[in-house]
């Protein structure tokens, strides 16, 4: 089963920028759609953006506008680039295959106000 390991979380002030990385492992990366989901304190986990293998992105209308999902297949890495971030993205992010049921340990971000 494929590995994801994210990274690029931290604590950063309304307004201020973020980039989520996430590190997969497996022969199949660059062929499957890549997801960003997050789950914010007492909520459920929600999806926030995805990027197809022929890289059409959709997201949460909630983040348009906001953040940019990215994949970079010879790195099997998918990125997540959050600005002008405000308190209310405050969760774990966390990557997955689209069709998989394979969580990373997620990657904690807290905008402050």
């Known amino acids: 089963q494929a590995q994801l390991v994210e990274s690029g979380g931290g604590l950063v002030q309304s307004g201020e920028s973020l980039r989520l990385s996430c590190a997969a492992s497996?022969?199949?990366?660059?062929?499957?759609?890549m997801g960003w989901y997050r789950q914010a304190p007492g909520k459920q986990r929600e999806l926030v953006a995805y990027?197809?293998?022929?890289?059409?992105?959709v997201y949460a209308d909630s983040v348009k506008g906001r953040f940019t999902i990215s994949r970079d297949n010879a790195k099997k890495t998918v990125y997540l680039q959050m600005n002008s971030l405000k308190p209310e993205v405050t969760a774990v992010y966390y990557c997955k295959r689209v069709d998989g049921d394979n969580w990373g340990q997620g990657t904690t971000v807290t905008v402050s106000s």
């Open positions: 990027v197809t293998a022929s890289g059409t992105t």
């Open positions: 497996g022969s199949l990366f660059r062929i499957v759609a």
